[in-house]
């Protein structure tokens, strides 16, 4: 079958493939579909075969046209190139070996569709497309919301009357638009994750590749591992301050460094049973209860016993509307208190209908607000700017405190479990331990081991670095509000073009950048502050 060149040249060119509307750096996770489907392509009588990676039998023009539209993965050899028939050339009676315009612009695009990924690459890809589509999704809407919102609310809940206290009453707004944001690129990083039709995306490292090849993976691993790992490494820290502030009123002289250990240990016994993020709704269930506890308690205490009570004598604490100089760092103290966006990943692909994964982050980011609105307000109301941080130590010493700093303790503990399930679900599926690859008993014994392992290097850093709050302040304001704010805003835009967003959402994504710049900028600033401040404090003494 002749195929007149003009048109057939116009029809390869015009037609972009995948590749080339994502970038040349961005492996493909399509499978090469069998030969039956490419014979099907409604291009008339030809037909293909595949014959050890090789495509033969097949006319020149239908190969090249499934070529271009990116559906020979690997399959393509040398051999296509060097059959190919110059068809203008015999219908003008031309040599063969003349070269036009056309002919190069054709070759061009064979050479760039044969530099395809070796068989190994491609056969890893495809085994981990088909992991995909067996993942265990059976978390329904509340075990999803749960998983994030026991991530998300934390310990952050605590520090909201401080900020507070930082901004005066415009902090509620400033609850209202970080939970705004966090819905927005909560959604952005799902849809991120299926931007090529067809196929799935497993984490933030895999959209920082897609986005901006291997330095964006490389960029986004750093920012994804270093808030998971260090929020557990805070999680250890607090949960050893709680237990040890308690107990030392009762008589029990158990160092605080000791009580790090014996939490550490706690949090590794459900890291070492559960492998899939839906396995951990129980643990999600109870860290959601227990958060609600600590805020009815705090905010019910804040306004039964505001400070005016508490000390009459005293002047009454003081009120703003807006304190300029301090909206920036508690901007970044807000923001952190809404981050968990590593997590998202995971549970959009535990979960029994996707689809619900927008109303799912809307439902979660609104709840999370409602709870730190009813804390700030109550504990600002009461305690003004002498309130402290975490408010907890505010309110009046008794029964009720006793039991919000358990309750808080006991969800850090959990929350911690799940904080390192999104660390270790990533590195298992890049290093590809699974039971179908290496058995049920082996893959067991080597998850077991390497998350021990991880488990016992994050007490140890907890344990050995002084002044660790200060630096993971510093890590917190720099990976958290990166991957909260930053990463899923700009590999959106990257991945799905500038033009896909009308004018005034544009204007919306710039703003949210801005907010995640100061955020970022003016945390860390903070951090280093307070741990100069720690320095100095520690050396004068």
Known sequence: MLVPAATFIRRVLNRPTAAHQVGTDTPTLTPTPPPQALAADGSGSSNLAADGGNVIGASTADAIDQAADGRLDNGISNDISSEFVDTASMDKGLPLE??????????????????????????????????????????????????????????GCLQIPYAFAKTGWIGVAIIVLSAVIGAYTGILTIRCLYYQPGTRLHSFPQIGRAAFGRWGQYATQFFNYLYSLGTTCLYIILSGQFIHGLLVTLGVGVSQKVWMIVVAVVMWIPVAILKEMS???????????????????????SLLDPYTQMHPAD?????????????????????????????????????????????VVFASMIFCAVAYLLIGVAGYWAYGDLVVSPVLDSIPAGAPATVAKIMITLHVIIAAPIMLLSFYLEVEKQWNITAERLGKRREFTIRLIYRSAVVAAVCGVSLAIPYFSDFLSLISSLACVTMFAIIPVVCYLKLYGH??????????????????AVACIWGSIDAIKSLIKDSKGSAAS
């Open 98 to 155: 003349e070269a036009t315009p056309e002919k190069d612009a054709v070759q061009d695009m064979l050479d760039l569709e044969n530099q395809a990924l070796s068989e190994e690459q491609l056969q890893q890809q495809q085994l981990e497309q088909q992991q995909a589509a067996h993942l265990p999704r059976n978390a329904g809407f509340l075990r999803s919301f749960s998983n994030v919102v026991c991530i998300i609310i934390g310990t």
């Open 279 to 301: 396995e951990a709704a129980v643990l999600a269930i109870f860290g959601l209860l227990a958060s609600i506890v600590v805020i009815i308690i705090a905010t019910v205490m």
């Open 315 to 359: 002047p009454a604490p003081g009120h703003d509307i807006a304190i300029g100089i301090g909206i920036p760092v508690a901007l970044s103290s807000i923001v952190f208190s809404f981050a968990g966006s590593v997590v998202y990943p995971h549970v959009e692909a535990s979960m029994k209908k996707p689809r619900q994964w927008p109303s």
């Open 499 to 516: 033009r896909v967003a009308p004018w005034y959402e544009k204007i919306w994504m710039l703003f949210v950048l801005a907010i995640g």
